[in-house]
């Protein structure tokens, strides 16, 4: 009897240490469940018949070389290279996902070496994404599918985004609002710098406003960037003042000429359209127009300056402005 009970609880807990396991361990049966995760080897290494780098070396691997990880335990990964099965360290792999991507930015040969004479592996279609492997000088090491080889640098864009000429970077554009003094106090920035999160926010306000009239957000991410503006045309509608409505008028190109070059035809197309929709929003309020359930008329769409397509709105005596390129 008391060797039955001893069994019982024997079994017991070995069923109990079992349900522990997959609790404690559950993306060892994840992984196995949902399938093999692509990595690439990011130095020489082997692989191993078990956890163990004594063990017997099944294959010898080289840098960047692709592997399927099956699961993951402790500090070695279960894997599979063609027909070998084994165990890699952890420290030698990097998730593919993890690395940089680009696309090429024209038609481009594949190269085996850092040369236009090294042999031609594939020939990749412009705005192919590829995994950067690594960054040579002129050349860079990348990787399209289970192909690996070199292309030249200048080949290659970080964004599939193609954007005007004209247009500026994210950083660029940060610091042409900064360098604008306010027309009414010449110490202090036409523009007053902040954050939102991870926005960058601008604002412009006058000496007659409680609140800022003149709205931007700047950020930049997933390799693209997000930018929004609202203005009031409360500021020219309500104060009636020559001086006012010019400064105002003065920030909105200021604001031209800091996300298009200076100068150039797209900050003046932007600039006319921002005071085009400015007029209607005016021609609204003064008209007092409105629909048959008594909201003030709304205009939408979406205008394309070069190559930027902006998304607008405007509504009482509001305009929205924004532009998203994010990927």
């Not at 294959?59 to 890699?88: C, F, P, T």
């Not at 500026?168 to 036409?190: A, C, G, T, W």
Request: glycine content about 6%; some cysteine.
């Amino acid at each position: 009897m008391h060797k039955r009970t001893t069994r019982l609880l024997c079994g017991v807990l070995t069923f109990v240490l079992a349900i522990g396991l997959l609790v404690s361990y559950p993306n060892m049966q994840v992984s196995a469940q949902n399938g093999s995760t692509s990595y690439v080897t990011i130095q020489k290494t082997h692989v191993y018949q078990s956890k163990h780098t004594k063990s017997k070396s099944l294959k010898r691997m080289g840098l960047h070389e692709v592997v399927s990880v099956i699961s993951v335990q402790s500090s070695w990964a279960n894997v599979k290279v063609g027909k070998v099965k084994g165990y890699v360290p952890v420290k030698h792999l990097k998730k593919t996902s993890t690395f940089e991507s680009v696309w090429t930015a024209k038609t481009v040969k594949l190269k085996s070496g850092r040369n236009q004479s090294s042999k031609t592996i594939s020939t990749l279609s412009k705005n192919k994404k590829l995994i950067v492997l690594q960054k040579m000088g002129s050349w860079t090491k990348v990787m399209d599918g289970s192909k690996k080889g070199y292309v030249p640098a200048t080949s290659l864009k970080s964004s599939l985004v193609e954007y005007s000429q004209s247009f500026q970077s994210y950083e660029q554009i940060v610091k042409n609002l900064n360098r604008f003094k306010h027309p009414e106090y010449p110490d202090q920035p036409m523009f007053v710098q902040d954050r939102h999160y991870e926005q960058t926010v601008f604002e412009y306000q006058s000496s007659k406003s409680k609140n800022p009239s003149i709205g931007m957000t700047v950020h930049e991410e997933r390799k693209g960037i997000y930018f929004t503006m609202y203005y009031k045309g409360s500021e020219i509608y309500a104060f009636n003042d020559p001086m006012i409505e010019q400064n105002y008028r003065d920030a909105l190109k200021n604001i031209s000429n800091s996300i298009y070059k200076k100068g150039s035809p797209e900050a003046g197309q932007f600039y006319a359209f921002c005071i085009e929709q400015l007029e209607m929003v005016l021609d609204h309020a003064s008209k007092h127009r409105y629909d048959e359930l008594g909201n003030a008329l709304l205009a939408r769409g979406t205008k394309r300056i070069g190559k930027e397509d902006f998304f607008y709105s405007n509504l009482d005596l509001s305009v929205d402005l924004s532009l998203d390129t994010r990927q």
